[in-house]
């Protein structure tokens, strides 16, 4: 995964892509704190039903 810094700079517009790419995901799934990324990134995987290396690996191809 992207380093901290990076992951929240580009944050918003990957949001927007995962928005679209997974629609049942809600504006709460998403929300996105420094230092909370592995919260967020737990959510995601719960909701999605897939491991975070997966969740990742969607996000870098974003």
Do not use: C, H
């Not at 704190?33 to 999605?48: A, S, T």
């Amino acid at each position: 995964m992207k380093d901290s810094s990076a992951f929240s700079q580009n944050w918003p517009g990957t949001k927007e892509k995962l928005k679209i790419k997974f629609k049942k995901i809600s504006d709460e799934d998403f929300l996105y704190v420094d230092g909370k990324q592995p919260e967020m990134m737990n959510r995601l995987q719960v909701k999605l039903g897939i491991s975070k290396e997966e969740i990742n690996k969607i996000i870098a191809e974003l």
